[in-house]
Structures are given as C-alpha cells and as structure tokens.
C-alpha cells in the first residue's frame, strides 16, 4: 500500500521559509513522477513543483519560481519543497503527489498558513 506523509507545516510570518518534507512508504519515489501541489481556501488545487521520475530536474508554476525548491533524496524515500520568501498569498494546505501513467497517489496535506 503506497503513502505518501507530508510534514513541516506551520505559521509563518511574510518573508519567512519552511522545509515541507514528503515520505514515500510502500513504494520507491524514483519511479514516480513526485510533485507538490497546494489548495488555497475558495480556489482550486494548482501544481507548485514537480520532478520527472527519469531525472533530477524540477519543475515550477510561475507564482514559486525562485522562491521554492524541490529536491528529492531517493535513499530516503523522501521529496522536499523548500519554501522560501513566503507572502500571504502562498497560504494553502500543501499535499505530496505521485503519479505513473494513470496512476497517482495524495498524501494527507500539510497547511501552511501565512500571516503576519
């Protein structure tokens, strides 16, 4: 059974960062393509960051680009967004995606509320 646990939420003030961690158990993260995705109150959920399963490579939605970083550690199984200068309008609850052709798997989400 495949899990994805996210984790490292919390208050922020404007300006500050956070280290989201995802913990793949069940599976390998290396054959998946991982992501971070986020859901504003009232808005739908967007795709933040991504990295293809074949490469390191990651990928950003416009409104992160050069401010958040997503890495993975294959020999822990594990995917990080690391979230720096955050603003008032990165307030969402943050969840770990993977996905393999038409198989995708969410973990729980992690809010990240910032407020100053």
């Known amino acids: 059974q495949v899990q994805l646990i996210e984790s490292g939420g919390g208050l922020v003030h404007p300006g500050g960062s956070l280290n989201l961690s995802c913990v793949a158990s069940?599976?390998?993260?290396?054959?998946?393509?991982m992501g971070w995705f986020r859901q504003a109150p009232g808005k739908q959920r967007e795709l933040v960051a991504r990295i293809v399963r074949k490469t390191d490579d990651a990928n950003y939605s416009d409104s992160v680009r050069g401010r958040f970083t997503m890495t993975r550690d294959v020999a822990k199984n594990t995917v990080y967004l690391q979230m720096n200068n955050l603003e008032l309008e990165d307030t969402a609850i943050y969840y770990c995606?993977?996905?393999?052709?038409?198989?995708?798997?969410w973990g729980q989400g992690t809010q990240v509320p910032v407020s100053s």
């Open positions: 995606h993977a996905t393999f052709f038409s198989t995708d798997h």
């Open positions: 069940g599976t390998l993260i290396h054959i998946w393509d």
